[in-house]
Every structure is written in structure tokens, then in C-alpha cells.
């Protein structure tokens, strides 16, 4: 089983659109993350967030925003998509805590045409 | 302002030369951390080093962790073309209760049989 996945993979949508990108671990942690790659593949930190704090990352338009139905789950849902937007999208988690290890899904390659 | 200075950005070099990568910050980490990220896949983590100084072995990999623990280096010694990726350091920091990697830039290497 796959500790952490996101679906879909590929996403590939108009500019103005709304789009979901869904994500679950299976590993019980407590914290999960969006992270956000460029072509330049800078991984930047998005959001954190445990069952107590959602913790943004304060670039983050407020265009994004994270969703968590239960533990197990972070979705990230984004309105109004521009050109800029178009990356690859990371659902990670780990246990809370310090020095803990982050788990990577495979991530969402999101294109705005 | 990027936290984490990662170099060499790119680097390529032949089957079993030495390389060594390098992670420098003017913040204090509480730990910092190591992944490889293959292409279409997310990072997967290869060390943590949390105490300043303490140095790690991976096979031929080698990690340390500078003694303010605001630095760190990976070297691979008789690198092989299976070495191939993407290698990012990621910094571990607490703040208003919360637990956060940063991540450097990266560096692409690339090893040629």
C-alpha cells in the first residue's frame, strides 16, 4: 500500500478554473503538508497542518486553500487557476513532533493552459 | 531571502570521482535533513543529523552536520551512474508551536558511466 498518495497525478485545466487535488496517508501521522515544486525545482512549503494548527505559508495566495475531512486526509483546493499556478504539487506528512521524517507522495503535475 | 543555500546547483561528473554537496544558512536548525528526489517521484529521505557535528555514513554517502548546526555536506565517494537525482537538504525549525522543513534548492547530479 501506498503510504502517501495524491490523485490525480497530471492535471491539466483552463485558466479561471477551480481544481481539487486530493491527498491521504495511511500511516497515522498527525502533521501533513503541501509543498509546491517549480521548474526550477524549488520545493516551497505551502501549508502544515495537524488536527490543532494550519499553520501558511504567508506567499500563499489566498486562492488556496487546504481541506482535511479527517487525519488521514489533506485536500488542496484551488479557485480562479492562472498560468503562474502550473507546478508540481507535493502531499507529504510526518508524525508531530521535531526532527521527524517527511513522507512524499509521487505528486500532481498541475498545468494551466 | 532563501534560508538555505544549497550548492552546487547542477552538477555532473564521471563514474567513481568524489563529490561533495553543500547546505550552508545563517539560521540554526534544529536538525537537518537529506532527501534524493528521482524524476517523477517525490523526495525520499536518506539522513537526518541532528546534533552539531556529528558526522553519518551511507554506504558511500556521507553526511555532516556543521558544529553551530547551521550547515551541513554530503559527500559520495566513487560515485555510480545509480547516484543520479536530485539532492535537497531540508532544515528542521519549531515556531509558535508548529514544526517545519525548509527546503534548498537542490542539486541535479548527474553521473555518467
Known amino acids: 500500500d501506498t503510504a502517501v498518495s495524491q490523485t490525480p497525478k497530471y492535471l491539466v485545466t483552463q485558466m479561471g478554473n477551480d481544481k481539487s487535488i486530493k491527498c491521504e496517508q495511511n500511516?497515522?501521522?498527525?502533521?501533513m503538508y503541501w509543498y509546491k515544486q517549480d521548474s526550477k525545482k524549488f520545493l516551497k512549503i505551502m501549508f502544515s497542518?495537524?488536527?490543532?494548527?494550519?499553520?501558511i505559508n504567508e506567499t500563499v495566495p489566498n486562492r488556496f486553500s487546504p481541506k482535511s475531512p479527517d487525519k488521514a486526509h489533506l485536500n488542496l483546493h484551488i479557485n480562479s487557476l492562472e498560468l503562474g499556478d502550473s507546478a508540481v504539487y507535493f502531499c507529504a506528512s510526518s508524525k508531530t513532533g521535531m526532527n521527524t521524517e517527511a513522507f512524499f507522495g509521487q505528486g500532481t503535475r498541475l498545468t494551466v493552459v | 531571502t532563501q534560508l538555505l543555500e544549497q550548492s552546487p546547483q547542477f552538477l555532473s561528473i564521471q563514474e567513481g570521482e568524489n563529490l561533495t554537496v553543500y547546505c550552508n544558512s545563517s539560521s540554526v536548525f534544529s536538525s537537518l535533513q537529506w532527501y534524493r528526489q528521482e524524476p517523477g517521484e517525490g523526495p525520499v529521505l536518506l539522513v537526518t543529523v541532528v546534533t552539531g557535528g556529528e558526522v553519518k555514513k551511507l554506504k558511500r554517502l556521507t553526511f555532516q552536520f556543521g558544529d553551530a548546526r547551521k550547515d551541513s555536506s554530503l559527500h559520495i565517494t566513487a560515485a555510480q551512474p545509480g547516484d543520479t537525482g536530485l539532492y535537497l537538504c531540508?532544515?528542521?525549525?519549531?515556531?509558535?508551536?508548529?514544526?517545519?522543513?525548509?527546503f534548498g534548492k537542490g542539486t541535479k547530479l548527474s553521473v555518467i558511466p
Open positions: 497542518y495537524n488536527n490543532k494548527e494550519l499553520i
Open positions: 531540508a532544515g528542521a525549525r519549531s515556531g509558535a508551536g508548529s514544526y517545519q522543513l525548509t
Open positions: 500511516l497515522g501521522h498527525d502533521t
